[in-house]
Nanobody, 116 residues
Framework: QVQLVESGGGLVQPGGSLRLSCAAS????????MGWYRQAPGKQRELVAR???????NYSDSVKGRFTISRDNAKDTVYLQMNSLKPEDTAVYYC??????????WGQGTQVTVSS
């Protein structure tokens, strides 16, 4: 059974940090590029960070310099280190393959709320 399970979200003050994790099962994790996506209330889901199977990374302009994506193929896990968080980073965060692969469903996501 293919499954992606996100964790690590929470409530944090502006300027704070969080580290998100996404554990994959049922896939050969190391061969896939992975992405972190987020969806804020009333907005479409957007890609914020990507990492290739070889470890190359890319970020959206909105998070560049503040977020860092990484992966541990031995643990079938992708991470998102989020620093200098802003209220506009508030969203449900998801991981998935990039490009998307048929048959790999979205997980439940993890809520990140940045508020004082």
């Amino acid at each position: 059974q293919v499954q992606l399970v996100e964790s690590g979200g929470g409530l944090v003050q502006p300027g704070g940090s969080l580290r998100l994790s996404c554990a994959a099962s049922g896939i050969i994790f190391s061969i896939y590029g992975m992405g972190w996506y987020r969806q804020a209330p009333g907005k479409q889901r957007e890609l914020v960070a990507r990492i290739t199977s070889g470890g190359g990374t890319n970020y959206s302009d909105s998070v560049k310099g503040r977020f860092t994506i990484s992966r541990d193929n031995a643990k079938d896990t992708v991470y998102l280190q989020m620093n200098s968080l802003k209220p506009e980073d508030t969203a449900v965060y998801y991981c998935n393959t990039l490009p998307r692969v048929a048959g790999i469903p979205w997980g439940q996501g993890t809520q990140v709320t940045v508020s004082s």
